[in-house]
Nanobody, 124 residues
């Protein structure tokens, strides 16, 4: 019912910035939360950031708070992740996801749809 397409990943030097985008299409929920997760090689998927339907409530993984900013444009069914002051440990495949609940969630099992991911590589 819903397709998610991430974009904006790439190779960047430590301290640099990237802006990820995730566009949703198809039969989305009437209102929904969106989030970003990431998975590094050999590691489990981890929560990065999430945003409520209204955009007024945001949640972040502690290690990215202050460096990353999540936002959304509901008219475009798109969520963004602005990543500043990137560190090598931020290297991972980043996935966006949609949840049927309106509030943000750090729990991956509450998300109904997932994108294919976009690679972010931060060099030292």
């Amino acid at each position: 019912q819903v397709q998610l397409v991430e974009s904006g990943g790439g190779l960047v030097q430590a301290g640099g910035s990237l802006r990820l985008s995730c566009a949703a299409s198809g039969r989305t929920f009437s209102s929904y939360g969106m989030g970003w997760f990431r998975q590094a090689p050999g590691k489990e998927r981890e929560f990065v950031a999430a945003i409520s339907w209204s955009g007024s409530i945001k949640s972040y993984k502690d290690s990215v708070r202050g460096r990353f900013t999540i936002s959304r444009d509901n008219a475009k069914n798109t969520v963004y992740l602005q990543m500043n002051s990137l560190k090598p440990e931020d290297t991972a495949v980043y996935y966006c996801a949609v949840t049927r609940i309106t509030s943000p969630s750090m729990h991956g099992n509450l998300y109904d749809y997932w994108g294919q991911g976009t690679q972010v590589t931060v060099s030292s």
